[in-house]
């Protein structure tokens, strides 16, 4: 069963496992949406991900698709649970070299949470947890705590 965070759900354990280990900073680091996406940018600062997302949606149809849509479209649907798709698009960005990299990782985790992939959630935080320069490990090694 696939949990939606907020909602009220029938997997009420891991929505409480998610309420706990729930921590997403905006905009991601290196990443200045007020100039390239105001509209978006403002959406984003006011939580409305839904419109946030419909927009994005609109621009993806309208341009070629980027890590910028990408990493924009992810957060949107992880922050209105949608952990499978915004997996899809997290997967889009992974491989690259990215100044925001390090949140992409951590909430790809929480993606995997949400999506009910607790073994791809565990290897994503147990990768994170290991890397001392990571800046979301003390978050991984509680998730690690939680999950195990």
């Known amino acids: 069963m696939v949990a939606t965070r907020g909602a009220g759900q029938a997997n009420i ?26 509209n978006i940018d403002e959406k984003l600062k006011k939580r409305d991900f839904t419109a946030a997302y419909l927009e994005l949606e609109q621009l993806g149809s309208t341009r ?18 949608e952990g499978q798709e915004a997996l899809l698009h997290f997967d889009q960005i992974q491989s690259r070299q990215l100044d925001w990299d390090p949140q992409v990782e951590w909430y790809r985790g929480l993606a ?37």
């Open 64 to 81: 070629p698709t980027n890590d910028t849509l990408h990493a924009l479209q992810a957060y949107c649907l992880l922050q209105t649970g």
């Open 13 to 38: 354990a891991l929505k409480a496992l998610l309420d706990q280990l729930w921590y997403v900073d905006y905009p991601l680091l290196g990443l200045d949406v007020s100039k390239a996406f105001p």
């Open 112 to 148: 995997l949470l949400l999506a009910d992939k607790k073994p791809e959630a565990l290897a994503q935080f147990t990768t994170i947890a290991a890397n001392s320069g990571h800046p979301y490990r003390r978050q991984a090694r509680k998730a690690l705590k939680l999950l195990l």
